[in-house]
């Protein structure tokens, strides 16, 4: 039976602010300091027709090289996990205005 300092494990992540960035295929979350590496990060969010705030969740850090001996120790500190973070919206308002919903072929006729 696992421990409970193992099953708090997997629920601890550190958070990474990202701001959505818009591109010509879709959406993408970028991480301008990892909280990990302290790089930028970019994580794809989804199509321009999907809610990119539903890709706001917990996702593999791309870090290229390994945390801080501080970052490290802080981790063991809280037991929390070095594999990845969870995206929050550094933005929430940017984010509602550059995300109106779907366009439908009806909005398009309404033009
Ligand atoms: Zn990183």
Known sequence: MASQNETN???CYLAASAELVEGREGFQW???ECPLCGLEHWHGAAG???DP???LSHRVAHCIKRPSA???AALEILNCDSSGYILVDEDPRRTDAMWTGPETEDAEVAR
């Open 30 to 32: 970028r991480v301008s």
């Open 53 to 55: 705030r539903t890709y």
């Open 48 to 50: 321009l027709t999907e």
């Open 9 to 11: 494990r997997t629920n």
């Open 70 to 72: 501080e970052i490290v």
